[in-house]
């Protein structure tokens, strides 16, 4: 069975940096694209970033330039180094597995950008 945890969640002000963690089991990790999505209170849950197998990145226009999402195939971890925090980035943020027949969620962790 698939099992993806994520951590790094955490409060930050302003301006400050987060790096997230995703740590997948149960399965060969390189063989997923991967992913992260956030929801924030009240919202629909949204795509973040999606890195594929070779290492091609997306972002959604208003993380480019702050987010990084990068994968370590060794480690079976994909990350998401966020930068120049905003108080709407605030959000549980999850991690993705997509696989051919099905995808795989994480529990989520908990981002809080706040003076």
């Known amino acids: 069975q698939v099992q993806l945890v994520e951590s790094g969640g955490g409060l930050v002000q302003p301006g400050g940096s987060l790096r997230l963690s995703c740590v997948v089991s149960g399965s060969l990790f390189s063989i997923y694209p991967m992913g992260w999505y956030r929801q924030a209170p009240g919202k629909q849950r949204e795509y973040v970033a999606d890195?594929?197998?070779?290492?091609?990145?997306n972002y959604q226009d208003s993380v480019k330039g702050r987010f990084t999402i990068f994968r370590d195939n060794a480690k079976a971890t994909v990350y998401l180094q966020m930068n120049s925090l905003k108080p709407e980035d605030t959000a549980v943020y999850y991690c993705l597995a997509r696989g051919s027949a099905t995808d795989y969620w994480g529990q989520g962790t908990q981002v809080t950008v706040s003076s």
């Open positions: 890195i594929t197998t070779g290492g091609r990145t």
